[in-house]
């Protein structure tokens, strides 16, 4: 079964850090680019990073670019989300998602899909 497995989501105090991770299992990660995505309530789904299968080419929101970084491991068939100085905006459910080789091209692209990890951020 080919499947994408968020974790590493929880509930952080404002300025907090979390890290999430992005496991396949069933296919690897070698030859895909890998986008980290969050949606809160009410709102629309909004591409956080992008990081290309090769780690050469990633990219940011503008709403996380300098607090977030993204990473991969391929030998550990694992994408990761660094989230530092968190705010209670960044509060939403974040999902991965894997498409060919290269970040940019349509939302419509990606064509595996995590079951998303919740972040909360609060006081």
């Known amino acids: 079964q080919l499947q994408l497995v968020e974790s590493g989501g929880g509930l952080v105090q404002p300025g907090g850090s979390l890290r999430l991770s992005c496991a396949a299992s069933?296919?690897?990660?070698?030859?895909?680019?890998i986008g980290w995505f969050r949606q809160a309530p009410g709102k629309e789904r909004e591409r956080v990073s992008c990081?290309?299968?090769?780690?050469?080419?990633?990219n940011y929101a503008d709403s996380v670019k300098g607090r977030f970084t993204i990473s991969r491991d391929n030998a550990k068939n694992t994408v990761y989300l660094q989230m530092n100085s968190l705010k209670p905006e960044d509060t939403a459910v974040y999902y991965c998602?894997?498409?060919?080789?290269?970040?940019?091209?349509?939302?419509?692209?990606?064509?595996?899909w995590g079951q998303g990890t919740q972040v909360t951020v609060s006081s």
């Open positions: 069933g296919f690897t990660l070698d030859y895909r680019a």
């Open positions: 990081i290309s299968s090769s780690g050469g080419s990633t």
């Open positions: 998602a894997a498409r060919g080789h290269y970040c940019s091209g349509p939302l419509r692209e990606y064509n595996y």
